[in-house]
């Protein structure tokens, strides 16, 4: 399994940017599947947006399409949420996942592998 790191959040105001990154180890990045999810306090965790192995799919949650765009960089190992249009109730902790597999899914048991978690907080 892949492990990960991410990072970029922060303390921003609404209507702002924010870029958040997820760092891979491994050397067969582009075989997983990768995704953010976001869990706000007293809330379960839920899916923000994915993108297939090859960068060629993307999905988004509906909160956050048109706001929102995920990419990846398999030479670099690097996958990417740019936040634009920075709403309150964005505010949550960011996680970035990997599934084995170039297929995305929604669903947060589908992907075995965690960063750590970066926190997202935007002000009203």
């Known amino acids: 399994q892949v492990q990960l790191r991410d990072s970029g959040g922060g303390l921003v105001q609404a209507g702002g940017s924010l870029r958040l990154s997820c760092a891979a180890s491994?050397?067969?990045?582009?075989?997983?599947?990768m995704a953010w999810f976001r869990q706000a306090p007293g809330k379960e965790r839920e899916f923000v947006a994915a993108i297939s192995g090859s960068g060629g799919s993307t999905y988004y949650a509906d909160s956050v399409k048109g706001r929102f765009a995920i990419s990846r960089d398999n030479a670099k190992n690097t996958v990417t949420l740019q936040m634009n249009s920075l709403k309150p109730e964005d505010t949550a902790v960011y996680y970035c996942?990997?599934?084995?597999?170039?297929?995305?899914?929604?669903?947060?048991?589908?992907?075995?592998?965690w960063g750590q978690g970066t926190q997202v907080t935007v002000s009203s």
């Open positions: 996942a990997a599934k084995r597999g170039p297929l995305v899914t929604m669903t947060s048991l589908s992907y075995a592998s």
């Open positions: 491994g050397r067969t990045f582009s075989t997983y599947a």
